[in-house]
């Protein structure tokens, strides 16, 4: 039985999608079976960012609507082939996510694969409930940034009601992943520093991704940030994510900085 | 343009978390209930109406959220000759 994880945030442009592939990517390097899949119905990205838009047939409210069979809408990934992709529909009205439909296709693809990563919509409608209603661990990406870490809080407080596990009685794992990180802006006083947003937040770190380059670059180029050049910075933080993910227990490292984020707090320096 | 003033400048993220801090705490009370202000002017009208006839442009209501206390400012216009239209 697959794993279901929700990439979300509230607010748009923080990184979900780009987070979305690049974890989906990484874990799928180390031989896991990975399906990523956009619920973005009307504006999906995912197969852009994928570098698979040329090869959208059939999606997700296909699916749903029983026009297309699962396997047919799911896109294999050309360089790792334990990857794959199930697109949002871009013409269809997100009304067409029904709960039933979705409950369906999700659990279809936990028996199929081991990790299901749900790209969520931004806002708090239908897609982005949708998206988490059944996930098993959340990731929370935030930038450290206020209107961004309001709209988290607000979304931690979906997840701990909307969910499916939180309708059961059960706590839903929650993550967060700080992205665009500017360890130099943050250590001069005009950022929030990892420590604040953790404080704020009150949610384990799993990873903390650097302001790049490299996440545009990979995104031109239609390739997941940890498979376009595997040794850039968010790279290396998106692998010690997923490491964390899987249950690792990592010293979480600033990007940009030699210490460590723990070692920082203790004033030692990291081995 | 002074080039120290880059080095000198007050740090705007203390500012940041503040301001979170505070909206936070009092967002997440007010799950459920986001319309508190609305209410309380909607609820302290209808008792002063009991009274005497209220215009309501003529009422001001003012929130200001804090850390430890929040604070409602209710400033009300009372005609002189409002207490005749009371039934």
């Known amino acids: 039985m697959g794993k279901v994880i929700v990439v979300t945030s509230g607010k748009g442009g923080v990184g979900k999608t780009t987070s979305s592939a690049a974890l989906g990517a990484a874990l799928a390097q180390n031989g896991e079976k990975v399906v990523v899949v956009d619920f973005d119905v009307g504006l999906r990205n995912l197969d852009l960012v994928m570098g698979a838009e040329r090869r959208v047939v059939y999606d997700l409210v296909n699916v749903i609507q029983g026009e297309a069979k699962l396997t047919q809408a799911l896109i294999r990934d050309k360089r790792v082939e334990t990857l ?8 269809r009205d997100k009304d067409n996510l029904t709960p039933e439909g979705v409950e369906k296709v999700i659990a279809a693809l936990k028996n199929a694969f081991d990790w299901v990563i749900c790209d969520s919509p931004a806002g708090i409608e239908r897609g982005a409930t949708l998206a988490m209603r059944h996930a098993d661990v959340a990731i929370v990406v935030t930038n450290p940034e206020v209107s961004s870490v309001r709209d988290s809080d607000r979304i931690i407080g979906l997840l701990d009601s909307k969910t499916l596990k ?6 839903i794992e929650k993550h967060l992943l700080l992205t665009r990180y500017d360890a130099a802006r943050a250590e001069r006083g005009d ?4 420590e604040d947003v953790l404080e704020i937040l009150s949610i384990p770190l799993l990873g903390i991704i650097p302001e790049s380059m490299d996440v545009l670059r990979a995104s031109n180029v239609g390739a997941p940030v940890t498979l376009a050049d595997g040794r850039s910075a968010p790279a290396l933080a998106y692998f ?18 030699k210490r460590s984020f723990l070692g920082k707090i203790f004033g030692r320096k990291a081995a | 343009m002074n080039p120290f003033r880059f080095f000198s400048r007050a740090q705007s993220a203390p500012a940041a978390r503040e301001r979170l801090q505070v909206l936070l705490a009092h967002e997440r009370a007010a799950t ?11 609820e302290i009208l209808k008792a002063i109406s009991k009274h005497m006839q209220v215009d309501d442009e003529k009422v001001s209501i003012k929130m200001e959220r804090g850390a430890q206390v929040s604070t409602l400012a209710v400033d009300i216009e009372i005609p002189f000759d409002a207490g005749k239209k009371a039934a």
């Not at chain 1, 993910?245 to 490292?253: A, H, N, R, S, W």
């Not at chain 2, 459920?32 to 909607?42: E, H, Q, T």
């Open chain 1, 84 to 91: 794959y992709l199930l697109p949002a529909s871009q013409t």
């Open chain 1, 166 to 171: 939180a309708e059961n009685g059960e706590r």
């Open chain 1, 191 to 194: 950022m929030l520093k990892v």
């Open chain 1, 240 to 257: 010690e994510a997923t490491r964390r993910l899987k249950g690792e227990t990592l010293p979480v490292t600033v990007p940009g900085d």
């Open chain 2, 32 to 42: 459920g209930d986001s319309d508190l202000v609305n209410k309380l002017r909607d």
